[in-house]
């Protein structure tokens, strides 16, 4: 089993920035591939971003593309989304996922983390 645990959640002004982190521990693998969706009220859960091993070509949904930052510290297992100029449609609540190979859908995700709550307000 893989654990995954995120922080960094909150409430913010529309504009501002938050940065997330997810640590994973457990029968965790450096070379697995590491990522973010984000599930808002009434929607279905959505891919944000992953990043290989590599740290090579980080992939992003469109929405959030010139906006958020996904790295990882392959020393600490830990990945993290920087969210800058935020804006009320990203609220939502951010899982951190992780896989063997890439990650696009949900239907790729081996494990997740429990969730963190962002909420931007207008």
């Known amino acids: 089993q893989v654990q995954l645990v995120e922080s960094g959640g909150g409430l913010v002004q529309a504009g501002g920035s938050l940065r997330l982190s997810c640590a994973a521990s457990?029968?965790?693998?450096?070379?697995?591939?590491l990522g973010w969706f984000r599930q808002g009220p009434g929607k279905e859960r959505e891919f944000v971003a992953a990043i290989r091993w590599s740290l090579l070509s980080p992939d992003y949904a469109d929405s959030v593309k010139g906006r958020f930052t996904i790295s990882r510290d392959n020393a600490k297992d830990t990945v993290y989304l920087q969210m800058n100029s935020l804006k009320p449609e990203d609220t939502a609540i951010y899982y951190c996922?992780?896989?063997?190979?890439?990650?696009?859908?949900?239907?790729?995700?081996?494990?997740w983390g429990q969730g963190t709550q962002v909420t931007v307000s207008s």
């Open positions: 457990g029968h965790f693998s450096s070379a697995y591939v």
């Open positions: 996922a992780t896989a063997r190979g890439d990650i696009a859908t949900s239907g790729d995700v081996h494990y």
